[in-house]
Structures are given as structure tokens and as C-alpha cells.
């Protein structure tokens, strides 16, 4: 029997359909938010280096999160997978600076590959909202 509280979040991605996931699923005060990889809302991959593809991967990821209730102020823990570890600081910083004061728990894993390979990193994120007012 499916929960019903459940609420699955699509995006632009040509993957979801295709591979049968959402971008992320919200179930009671959590949300969980699916690897989100360099992609323009035409399909396109993001231009530029592993940071400009970091900062596309959180915008994505502040959108599903806005979509289901929640903002990156929720996120207790992210994951990075990043292809070259040359990379690491330009990620680093791009998570940074919208973590910076929420400080999650994260993981930078250094990977062989992407799915494209003009993709340098993949981020996920889980959330927590807050409990509601009595």
C-alpha cells in the first residue's frame, strides 16, 4: 500500500522518465533528493568548470526542495561525486557558499565517470523539515 503522505517532484531531466526515478520524494518531514547532475532546463549539460556545474547541481537541487516544502536550510546531508579530485576545492566552494552556515554532514567521493561525460560532478541532498506548529 502506498503511503499518503508521499509527493514525488519531477524536473527537466531526460532520465527520470526514462529510468523510472523522481528528482526527489518527500515522505512525512523528509525529503530526499535524487543525484543531480549539470543539466539546463533544455536538456543541455551546464558549460564551464566543475564549480559552474556544482552551482547548477544546487540550484537544481533548491528547486526540488522549494517544490516539496522544504529549502536548503533543511538539508542535513549532501553527497558530491566529483570526476577529477583537481576539482574538489571548485565544488567545495560552490557547496559552500550555500552551506555555509547550515553546515550538513557531506561526502566528496571522486568517481571514474558520469553518465556524460562532459559532467564533472552529481550532487544529492536529504532533508528534514522542521516540525509543524501545534
Known sequence: ????????????????????YSRAVRVG???????????????????GDAGAQAAR???IIGEALEALG?????????RMYITDAADA???GHAHGAIFKDIRPAATMIVI???????????????????DSPA
Open 112 to 130: 571514474p565517470a558520469l553518465i556524460r561525460p562532459e559532467w564533472k560532478v552529481e550532487i544529492e541532498a536529504e532533508a528534514i523539515l522542521p
Open 57 to 59: 547541481c544546487l540550484a
Open 29 to 47: 518531514r523528509r525529503i530526499d533528493v535524487a543525484g543531480c547532475a549539470p543539466i539546463e532546463p533544455d536538456g543541455s549539460s551546464t558549460p
Open 70 to 78: 522544504g529549502s536548503f536550510a533543511d538539508v542535513v546531508r549532501t
Open 1 to 20: 500500500m502506498a503511503d499518503a503522505s508521499r509527493r514525488n517532484h519531477s524536473s527537466a531531466s531526460p532520465f527520470e522518465p526514462l529510468y523510472g
Open 89 to 91: 576545492d571548485r565544488v
